[in-house]
């Protein structure tokens, strides 16, 4: 990790440690969500919901204002409130990334207890998420998305999708 790297890592750990929505963020993000799907964002950390409104609203300063784009935004991480992460574990996740992109490869996905308990989360988070929002009122491609918001392409009948996953990636990680 670079020097200017490393400074935007230790900004981004203090800003997610005081990061909470307002108010007028929540009752948007009520307006684009299915109740249910707004009932599992009010389970994630404020830090958490933080970031996904920022990742929404980076989104929508894209141009994107797809019903779908949107929820995908809000709800890509949803599958962190199944295990929570302290902010340790967060921490240990990124310096494990930043040595080795490849440390989450060979995790075993099954040991969610002790050190590697944030890795596992951050492998997994993707599946148990797109495995909760499939049990809400979402589209394939939203469930797809939030299934492939790390690694990987989607199957859908639009390259637009493709697009706006590329830029979620970028937009998540940016953050």
């Known amino acids: 990790m ?3 790297e490393f400074l935007y890592r ?3 750990f203090f800003k997610v440690l005081l990061s909470h929505p307002d108010e007028a963020q929540l009752k948007k993000v009520s307006q684009i969500l299915e109740p249910d799907q707004y009932g599992l964002f009010m389970q994630l950390q404020n830090s958490e919901q933080a970031h996904a409104i920022y990742v929404m609203e980076a989104i929508e300063k894209e141009g994107y204002q797809d019903k779908d784009f949107l929820k995908a ?9 199944v295990h929570p992460l302290k902010v340790w ?3 240990m996740a990124v310096i494990c990334r930043w ?6 490869d060979d995790l ?4 969610i207890k002790g050190w590697k308990r944030g890795l596992v989360i951050t492998k997994k988070h ?3 998420g797109a495995d909760m929002i499939a049990n809400s009122n979402a589209s394939p491609e939203l469930v797809e998305i939030i299934r492939k918001h790390h690694e990987g392409e989607i199957e859908a009948k639009e390259p637009r999708y493709q697009s706006f996953l590329l830029l979620l990636r970028a937009v ?4």
């Not at 935004?73 to 409130?81: C, Q, R, V």
């Not at 998540?172 to 953050?175: E, I, S, W």
Request: glycine share 6%; hydrophobic share 30%.
């Open 73 to 81: 935004a809000l709800l890509h991480d949803i599958g962190k409130i």
């Open 99 to 104: 040595i080795n992109p490849d440390c989450l």
């Open 108 to 111: 075993d996905e099954t040991d």
């Open 126 to 128: 993707p599946e148990w």
């Open 89 to 91: 574990e967060r921490v």
């Open 172 to 175: 998540d990680d940016n953050n």
């Open 2 to 4: 670079r020097k200017n």
């Open 10 to 12: 230790v900004g981004q």
